[in-house]
């Protein structure tokens, strides 16, 4: 089936965040492809914003307060009326309940919902209800598909597709020198670094107890902690409790990503659980950074093997490969670089073709 198809991608998040950029890449894509793409989101979302005056695309805000509106699923059905849509898919658990309200009102089109999380789905009689309504999920790792087996869903209705990597975000726009010199890291200074949201399941507490553990005995690091969260203030009284404070630098949200990846010497990934297809740590992969990273599953899908990985919530375990580790990144670098294609595993094109290869089956079995 090679037919154009018209679909409605609905999305909940108020945020910019990593799946409202992967909506963004896919609903582009299908776009230039000449397919029809209505992106329903929250009024004043910064998704709407970015895709508005895309060609043949519509963008549609909905008051979305609290996950069973009635009115937003009505005023979907309503821009349903009288279209040709082949499908629906839903990128937010809240986005799946409104599309199958929607459904109730009129057509009802295939529906195709994301998970991009391995935490387990609710376990409340609604959500154990909720989890049956999409004819198709689209699990982005082999860990998230076998979470939702386990919770429930049938393993002949989940398709993985890999979330793909920001080409935006793959070209420093600073030099080394540059970026070092902006955040006052000495030559002689191992850089170690995280980008993540501040958040317990993210692990930052066992990173700090790691460094905690070595502060003393090893030579010049700092740690440069990306991103912002609700654990921020918990971690900033961690680091100062531990005595890490002058090494360790808390440098909010930011855009320059690949800029800050360019200053590192070594890049860490502590989290505990959660991950589907984690993008932070696939872009400091393709920039070629020595890699340290929690073993969890999702972790081995991208590519790293078993020098790269520490036991899950062990500290004791990390501060002893972080201590390996700061003695020689640079030979690290160098062979991560070569051994490592992850640029080419995790394109866009590849995340749009087999997009609409979910589509195209559920359509033609319609």
């Not at 057509?107 to 198709?136: C, T, Y």
């Not at 386990?150 to 209705?157: A, L, Y």
């Amino acid at each position: 089936m090679t037919e154009r198809l018209a679909t409605i991608q609905i999305d909940s998040g108020s945020e910019m965040r990593g799946g409202q950029r992967q909506l963004l890449f896919l609903s582009r894509g299908l776009a230039a492809l000449g397919h029809r793409v209505l992106v329903v989101t929250p009024v004043d979302a910064p998704l709407a914003a970015a895709l508005r005056g895309v060609e043949r695309m519509e963008v549609v805000e909905l008051p979305m307060r609290g996950e069973l509106s009635l009115r937003a699923a009505g005023s979907l059905a309503k821009s349903m009326r009288g279209e040709r849509i082949d499908l629906i898919h839903a990128h937010t658990p809240h986005a799946i309940t409104l599309a199958h309200l929607s459904r109730r009102f009129g057509r009802r089109p295939p529906l195709v919902a994301h998970r991009r999380v391995a935490f387990p789905l609710k376990r409340n009689p609604f959500a154990r209800w909720k989890r049956h309504w999409p004819d198709q999920w689209i699990a982005v790792a082999g860990a998230v598909r076998d979470q939702l087996v386990i919770d429930g869903v049938d393993q002949s209705r989940i398709s993985v597709v890999a979330s793909c990597l920001d080409p935006g975000r793959r070209q420093p726009r600073r030099t080394r020198v540059e970026m070092r010199a902006e955040l006052g890291l000495p030559s002689d200074t191992i850089a170690i670094g995280t980008v993540g949201h501040l958040a317990a399941h993210k692990g930052h507490r066992i990173l700090l107890d790691a460094l905690g553990r070595f502060r003393q005995s090893s030579g010049r690091w700092i740690l440069c902690l990306v991103g912002d969260g609700e654990l921020r203030s918990d971690l900033v009284s961690q680091a100062r409790g531990l005595g890490l404070e002058p090494r360790v630098r808390f440098l909010g949200w930011r855009e320059d990503v690949p800029d800050l990846l360019g200053a590192l010497d070594l890049f860490v990934f502590p989290s505990i659980s959660g991950e589907g297809s984690p993008a932070a740590l696939k872009e400091a992969l393709a920039a070629g950074l020595p890699i340290l990273a929690s073993d969890l599953d999702a972790h081995r899908e991208v590519g790293l093997g078993k020098e790269d990985l520490f036991a899950c919530g062990r500290a004791a375990d990390l501060a002893k490969k972080l201590s390996r580790r700061i003695d020689d990144p640079e030979s690290f670098r160098r062979r991560l670089a070569v051994e490592t294609p992850v640029a080419g595993r995790f394109t866009v094109e590849a995340l749009i073709e087999q997009t609409l290869a979910v589509y195209r089956r559920l359509v033609s079995d319609r």
